[in-house]
Each structure stands twice: as structure tokens, then as C-alpha cells.
């Protein structure tokens, strides 16, 4: 299975401030079609996961525009320009170009 | 729009069993491969098992293998999880969802205790 691995795991930040994490995979994530299913999910407490980002960096619905994901291949970014309240909770990277499906550790982010 | 609602999650004791459905709506049920996913308290997301549109297929981590078995009605557009033989470490929140995991529901709480 692949194995997705994030960084920081745990990442304290002032509201109005960016923010990124870092996810990596033990294989390249590209399909054979094309595209790369690489995608972010955000958990806030006691809520279920939403996911905001998929293929690298298309936002999901109703997604603000001050996150964006990029990278290729192994190596990829979610970054919040500027962080709000809201934006508390869990953040996981997620990959479904090779099945089964893995996830990432999580990535707690929480205002400082 | 797309709807997923995971139901039949309760409390039971070590060595029972449960079966969980997950209703879904809005969608083609029957063109997707369907997932299991669940979440231990204060812990990350874990994929059990997945079943292909078919039904022909299956997958189940190691961590259930032998004991959970995940079905599907295309029917009734519904998928579900039986789970044997149940541990103190199946305590989670179980989650069903679509390939890419674009729709979450609410989930449905087992808690294994005695």
C-alpha cells in the first residue's frame, strides 16, 4: 500500500498568517490516465471530514479560494494564504491512484 | 445531491457482532466502487474495506480480514459492513464513501465494551 506521509503534524498559527503542509508518497501518485488523485480532506472537532482540494489543486464547491494545493509526482502542498478562526481542525492528505486508498497521519493546525 | 448516511452502529460486547448500511442518494450508486472507512476516538482515517460497482471484488485491511465482510445492494443503492468477532481496537466512528471521498456522512459510532 502506499504509505502518505505529512509534515508538520502539528502546525500552531496567528489568524491572518499562511500556513502549509507537506504530504508525501511512498510512489509517485500519477495515473496512468493522466491525472493524479491526490486530494486534501479538513476535519474540525466533533464535525465529520470535508474534503477541499482533489487532484492536486481543483477546490471542491463552496471551497475559499485562500486554499490552494499544488505538486507532482510524490510531493505535494496544501496552502492556506491567510488562516481564519474557521480553519482549526485536522487536515489530511489523501490518495486514491493506487487502491486501496491510504491517508496521511493528519496534520493538526491550531490557532496560536 | 449527493447523499451518503451511514446507520446501525450501537453498543456491543467483545466477540459480538453488528451490521452497519449506508443509504445513498443522488448519485449512480451502482457505477462506484464503495469504501468503509473508520476513525478510532482521537485517532486518524483508516480505509477497511472497499467493494467494486459489481460487487465481484473486495478488498479488507489486515486489520478486519477474516471478520468483516462488506456487501452491496445496487438495488436499494445501499452498502453494508457485518462485523464479526468484535474487538475493544473496532471502537470508531465508521464512515462509507465514494471514490475520492468527495461526500462524507455522518458517520456511525460502534463502541466495543463489556
Known amino acids: 500500500d502506499v504509505v502518505m506521509t505529512q509534515s508538520p503534524l502539528s502546525l500552531p498559527v496567528t489568524t491572518g498568517q499562511p500556513a502549509s503542509i507537506s504530504c508525501r508518497s511512498s510512489q509517485s501518485l500519477a495515473h496512468s490516465n493522466g491525472n493524479t488523485y491526490l486530494g486534501w480532506l479538513h476535519q474540525r472537532p466533533g464535525q465529520s471530514p470535508r474534503r477541499l482540494i482533489y487532484r492536486i489543486s481543483d477546490r471542491d464547491s463552496g471551497v475559499p479560494d485562500r486554499f490552494s494545493g499544488s505538486g507532482s509526482g510524490s510531493d505535494f502542498t496544501l496552502k492556506i494564504s491567510r488562516v481564519e478562526a474557521e480553519d482549526v481542525g485536522v487536515y489530511y492528505c489523501m490518495q486514491d491512484t493506487h487502491w486501496p486508498p491510504t491517508v496521511g497521519q493528519g496534520t493538526k493546525v491550531e490557532i496560536k | 445531491q449527493v447523499q451518503v448516511v451511514e446507520s446501525g452502529g450501537g453498543l456491543v460486547k467483545p466477540g459480538g457482532s453488528l451490521r452497519l448500511s449506508c443509504a445513498a442518494s443522488?448519485?449512480?450508486?451502482?457505477?462506484?466502487?464503495m469504501s468503509w472507512i473508520r476513525q478510532a476516538p482521537g485517532k486518524g482515517l483508516e480505509w477497511i474495506t472497499y467493494?467494486?460497482?459489481?460487487?465481484?471484488?473486495?478488498y479488507y485491511a489486515d486489520s478486519v480480514k477474516g471478520r468483516f465482510t462488506i456487501s452491496r445492494d445496487n438495488a436499494q443503492n445501499s452498502l453494508y459492513l457485518q462485523m464479526n468477532s468484535l474487538r475493544d481496537e473496532d471502537t470508531a466512528i465508521y464512515y462509507c464513501?465514494?471514490?475520492?471521498?468527495?461526500?462524507w456522512g455522518p458517520g456511525t459510532l460502534v463502541i466495543v465494551s463489556s
Open positions: 443522488g448519485f449512480t450508486f451502482s457505477d462506484y466502487t
Open positions: 467493494i467494486t460497482n459489481s460487487g465481484n471484488d473486495k
Open positions: 464513501a465514494k471514490p475520492g471521498a468527495d461526500y
